[in-house]
């Protein structure tokens, strides 16, 4: 009886991965449409030159109303993370800006079909969302990005290009440039990440 049963358990077992192969679906062959989705939805070497920006920073930012003004001088913090499977870098921003409690939320990531870097930005100090679009340079160690806003005071467009440089492992420098109508391009922004031990 025991000899019995333990042939049983043996055949038993031998049989599960035959069971095992017949449940599972077969998975029916991807249409070329479906394949050139799948390819340019697939995370490649240009998200890769971000990685350098993930972790946990501390900020120090100055910031230009107009050109020739001294800038005001405030810190924070910042911190970088990759979601959906590598494809966008998550920008979690947190400051003091005219005494109060300054919150930004960015992403940033490559469009493989446009060939282009590709951000936007949202905060608690405003109603607007800026989009921004550009490219790398040829070391992959800097960022540039151009977008526009309304400027709330003329109502008219307000230009922006942010260069984002990678300097080193714990050192990150973004400087923003606006142009306002008509005039000149001016330096109205500059944050310097260090990263946080």
């Given at each position: 009886m025991k000899k019995f049963i333990l042939i049983l358990c043996i055949v038993s077992l031998s049989a599960l991965p035959l069971m095992a192969q017949e449940a599972k679906p077969e998975v029916p062959?991807?249409?070329p449409e479906q394949e050139a989705f799948?390819?340019?939805g697939a995370p490649g070497p240009y998200h890769k030159l971000l990685d350098p920006l993930v972790g946990r920073w501390k900020a120090e930012v100055r910031i230009?109303?107009?050109p020739g003004t001294e800038p005001m001088i405030t810190?924070?913090?910042s911190t970088h993370t990759w979601i959906f499977g590598g494809r966008y870098l998550k920008m979690e921003f947190t400051a003091q800006y005219l005494g109060q409690s300054f919150i930004g939320l960015g992403f940033m990531g490559f469009d493989n079909v446009g060939r282009r870097y590709v951000s936007f930005w949202l905060d608690n100090m405003s109603t607007w969302i800026m989009y921004?679009?550009?490219t790398v340079s040829q070391d992959g160690k800097t960022?540039?990005?151009s977008g526009s806003y309304k400027d709330p005071v003329s109502g008219n467009l307000r230009h922006?290009?942010?260069e984002t440089k990678v300097e080193g492992p714990d050192r990150i420098v973004s400087r923003s440039y606006e142009i306002l109508s008509g005039a000149k391009e001016f330096l109205s922004e500059e944050t310097v990440y260090t990263r946080a031990k």
């Open positions: 062959a991807m249409t799948t390819k340019a230009w109303e107009k810190s924070g913090t921004s679009i550009g960022f540039i990005l922006q290009r942010d």
